[in-house]
Protein backbone atom coordinates (compact mmCIF):
# COMPACT_ATOMS: atom_id res chain seq x y z
CA UNK A 1 0.00 0.00 0.00
CA UNK A 2 1.36 3.15 -0.77
CA UNK A 3 0.59 6.43 1.09
CA UNK A 4 0.04 9.90 0.10
CA UNK A 5 2.37 11.07 3.01
CA UNK A 6 5.80 9.47 4.80
CA UNK A 7 4.85 9.78 7.67
CA UNK A 8 7.57 9.67 10.98
CA UNK A 9 4.91 7.72 12.96
CA UNK A 10 0.97 6.58 13.51
CA UNK A 11 -0.88 7.06 16.30
CA UNK A 12 -4.26 6.34 17.08
CA UNK A 13 -6.36 7.90 20.14
CA UNK A 14 -8.04 5.59 21.73
CA UNK A 15 -11.03 7.44 23.34
CA UNK A 16 -13.90 8.03 20.87
CA UNK A 17 -14.27 11.99 19.83
CA UNK A 18 -16.92 14.13 19.33
CA UNK A 19 -16.37 14.61 15.47
CA UNK A 20 -17.96 18.35 15.28
CA UNK A 21 -14.22 18.88 16.60
CA UNK A 22 -12.28 21.23 14.15
CA UNK A 23 -8.18 21.16 13.84
CA UNK A 24 -7.38 22.91 16.50
CA UNK A 25 -9.60 20.85 19.13
CA UNK A 26 -7.37 17.78 17.41
CA UNK A 27 -4.14 19.28 17.90
CA UNK A 28 -4.96 20.11 21.27
CA UNK A 29 -6.02 16.39 22.04
CA UNK A 30 -2.89 15.36 20.81
CA UNK A 31 -0.59 17.52 23.22
CA UNK A 32 -2.87 17.26 26.16
CA UNK A 33 -3.97 13.39 25.99
CA UNK A 34 -1.04 12.34 23.96
CA UNK A 35 1.72 14.57 25.74
CA UNK A 36 2.74 14.88 21.63
CA UNK A 37 3.78 17.48 19.69
CA UNK A 38 0.99 17.71 16.37
CA UNK A 39 3.99 19.07 14.37
CA UNK A 40 6.29 16.06 14.29
CA UNK A 41 4.93 15.02 11.37
CA UNK A 42 3.61 11.89 13.02
CA UNK A 43 -0.36 10.71 11.60
CA UNK A 44 -2.78 11.08 14.28
CA UNK A 45 -5.72 8.89 13.79
CA UNK A 46 -9.09 9.41 15.85
CA UNK A 47 -12.77 7.91 15.49
CA UNK A 48 -15.76 8.70 16.49
CA UNK A 49 -18.46 6.88 19.00
CA UNK A 50 -19.44 3.67 16.48
CA UNK A 51 -15.85 3.20 15.13
CA UNK A 52 -17.10 3.86 11.54
CA UNK A 53 -15.35 7.12 10.93
CA UNK A 54 -11.95 8.39 10.66
CA UNK A 55 -10.63 11.62 11.21
CA UNK A 56 -6.67 11.94 10.24
CA UNK A 57 -4.70 14.68 11.75
CA UNK A 58 -1.45 15.68 9.86
CA UNK A 59 1.29 18.40 9.64
CA UNK A 60 3.34 18.48 6.73
CA UNK A 61 7.08 18.73 7.55
CA UNK A 62 9.28 20.52 4.64
CA UNK A 63 12.62 18.63 4.53
CA UNK A 64 14.14 21.06 2.05
Request: aromatic share 10%; net charge positive.
Amino acid sequence: MRMFVDPQAVYLHREPIDFRVGIDGLAMRVEQTMGLSPLTGALFLFTNRRHDRVKILYWGVSRT
